[in-house]
């Protein structure tokens, strides 16, 4: 019989709480994936596309992308609404020690790194309100992490409502910059910048491939919602509802933003600029307004750090009940019902991140080795209808099996294309994966012995 979650040998002081509603789950996913992403990649972007028709396509094809990843993971997700998520799905499709190796670079990359990467930057844009050297930048990140580490331990309770205040907070400021821009903006300019490029000369498809690659980063956190479905209430529904309308608000929201960006600054100073907003908000409104960007990037990064702090600890959480983690990982606190341990594991190792690598070595560590999981993942719905056809699916992707087969293909190339650009970085991705195909046989024997001492089970 297939295990639908991490729910085997449980008992009443082990058991997490089904707090997210619809919007709270639907919060994490607005509220994580829009980071600092918006307000600086649409510069790199028009570096490398003249054209802001093939820039409106290049984020289009990157917010489908994304919904057709949520697509499939709607169907894994309604299948086993137990904690964990991807970790679960891996786990079913390919094996315990598949869903192993994902947990393992989960936490000691893939989203500890993203959370370290957060953090970065939120120091990065609190330098523009403080005096800030190195060491300050490093402290202030850490604290970032610290606190909402501590908030999370609380109860998802807390969390959610962190959650959904700087969602609220980001997509209002979000939405009033892009009005206040339009309300600026020269819909002339718009026609002029928006002249289709020649898609059929040679070599476009090439930074067509590579803005893409920048553009998925904005897109970056999808997925995290899933890993909380032990704690949504009728996950069956709220999940794949959540996924899909989160997914469809950010193309909405991105898409509006590019646009209007390009109504107030032109091709030359959209490529001359790394952060567009604040200098579409200081041509518009003079530059003692970019102080009002700096301040809804800081709202927006720490939002997103929540979110991501309060999701992964429920994938070592599932491990850990698996029986193929550190024990640990797997308590909950009697009280607050949340896995505490995982939450205060993950931040001192997101907050040692922090010391060891720059920004940029921290983003190429994390989108490298996430995507290869993120193509498996998907790929998973073609293994499981094909061994289980018969398993109760309450939501099935539509028009299968377009949507996955586009999503792995793209989570190919994106990977061959990373270790073609940064090789180092990657084989350092690589490393961190590899070194879990050691430790698992640990994690195996250990599991195999306390599953044979207990009533619970076997595993």
């Known amino acids: 019989m297939a295990i639908t979650g991490s729910s085997h040998r449980s008992n009443g002081s082990r058991q997490l709480v089904r707090e997210l509603g619809l919007i709270d789950a639907t919060s994490v996913v607005v509220g994580t994936i829009i980071g600092s992403g918006i307000f600086l990649v ?3 972007v028009a570096q490398r596309l003249e054209s802001l028709t093939l820039v409106l396509v290049a984020w289009l094809v990157g917010g489908i992308l994304s919904l057709f990843g949520a697509l499939s ?35 000691s990359m893939i989203h500890s790194g993203s959370i370290a990467t957060l953090a970065v930057a939120f120091s990065l844009f609190a330098a523009r309100f403080i005096a800030l050297d190195s060491v300050g930048q490093k402290a202030v990140s850490i604290a970032c992490i610290a606190l909402l580490t501590i908030v ?17 907070a ?9 009005l206040l821009l339009f309300y600026r903006g020269k819909p002339i300019q ?32 999808w997925h995290v919602v899933s890993f909380t479905a032990a ?33 107030v600054l032109t091709q030359p100073e959209l490529m001359a600029s790394n952060a567009v907003a604040a200098t579409a908000v200081q041509k518009a409104f003079g530059p003692v307004a970019t102080s009002f960007i700096s301040f809804l990037i800081l709202v927006s990064i720490f939002g997103a750090t929540n979110g991501m702090i309060l999701t992964g600890p429920r994938v070592y959480y599932a491990m850990a009940r698996d029986q193929i983690f550190f024990q640990f990982l797997g308590r909950v606190h ?33 989108i490298f080795t996430a995507w290869i999981f993120y193509g498996l993942a998907v790929a998973a719905v073609f293994v ?23 999503f792995c293909a793209a989570a190919a190339l994106i990977t061959v294309n990373t270790i073609a650009a940064d090789p180092l970085h990657s084989l350092v991705g690589i490393a961190f994966v590899l070194a879990g195909v050691l430790i698992y046989p640990i994690f195996r024997r250990r599991g195999s012995r306390l599953s044979s001492d207990s009533t619970g089970d076997p595993f």
Do not use: C
């Open 170 to 178: 980001k997509l209002g400021g979000l939405l009033t910059m892009i």
């Open 231 to 263: 704690e949504i209430k009728e996950p069956q529904r709220t999940l794949p509802r959540s996924l899909i309308y989160g997914t469809l608000i950010i193309v909405t929201v991105y898409v509006l933003a590019n646009v209007a960006y390009y109504s």
């Open 42 to 44: 649409p510069g790199n």
């Open 384 to 406: 499981l209808r094909h061994r289980q056809p018969a398993m109760d699916r309450p939501y099935r992707v539509p028009a299968y099996p377009w949507p996955g087969l586009i």
């Open 152 to 168: 999370n331990t609380f109860g998802i309770r807390h969390g959610k409502m962190v959650q959904n205040l700087f969602t609220t």
């Open 73 to 107: 993971l709607s169907e894994l997700g309604a299948a086993f609404p137990g904690a964990g998520g991807l970790y679960v799905y891996l786990r079913q499709a390919y094996g315990r020690p598949v869903g192993f190796l994902y947990g393992w670079a989960l936490i």
């Open 334 to 366: 009697p009280r607050h019902k949340t896995p505490h341990v995982a939450i205060l594991v993950q931040g001192g190792l997101a907050s040692l991140l922090t010391l060891l690598g720059t920004f940029q070595e921290l983003f190429t560590y994390v």
């Open 190 to 221: 718009l026609i002029n910048q928006s002249q289709l490029a020649d898609i059929s000369k040679a070599g476009i498809w090439i930074p067509f491939g590579m803005s893409l690659i920048a553009i998925l980063w904005a897109y970056e956190g």
